[in-house]
């Protein structure tokens, strides 16, 4: 069974930082593409950036590009979203989520993920 286990949010003041992590189990994490998606309060759910795990094949959405960096470690079945000069905008619910289909970043991003695990709250402050 696919399960994806995400940790790290929290409250921060804007300009501050916070780390992500998803952990994965149950499936071979290296044939997998880790998402990182967001949804605040009454607004739609957002792609922010995603891996290819195998090859380190990155994509992010242009709202978080040169603040938020997305890396794995396959070695612990985890992915990473390293999230700098945090703005009161990117307050959200942050969910991981994977796809073994292997279809391009940019449209997992847009489209969605196979398997989602449970959100972690970021709260930037101003």
């Known amino acids: 069974e696919v399960q994806l286990q995400a940790s790290g949010g929290g409250l921060v003041q804007a300009g501050g930082s916070l780390r992500l992590s998803c952990k994965g189990s149950?499936?071979?994490?290296?044939?997998?593409?880790i998402g990182w998606f967001r949804q605040a309060p009454g607004k739609e759910r957002e792609g922010v950036s995603a891996?290819?795990?195998?090859?380190?094949?990155?994509y992010s959405a242009d709202s978080v590009q040169g603040r938020f960096t997305i890396s794995s470690d396959a070695t612990k079945n985890t992915v990473y979203l390293q999230m700098n000069s945090l703005k009161p905008e990117d307050t959200a619910v942050y969910y991981c989520?994977?796809?073994?289909?292997?279809?391009?970043?940019?449209?997992?991003?847009?489209?969605?993920?196979?398997?989602w695990g449970k959100g972690t709250q970021v709260t930037v402050s101003s």
């Open positions: 891996i290819k795990v195998r090859d380190g094949n990155t």
């Open positions: 989520a994977a796809d073994f289909r292997g279809y391009g970043l940019g449209y997992l991003l847009s489209g969605g993920m196979d398997y």
């Open positions: 149950g499936f071979t994490f290296d044939d997998y593409s």
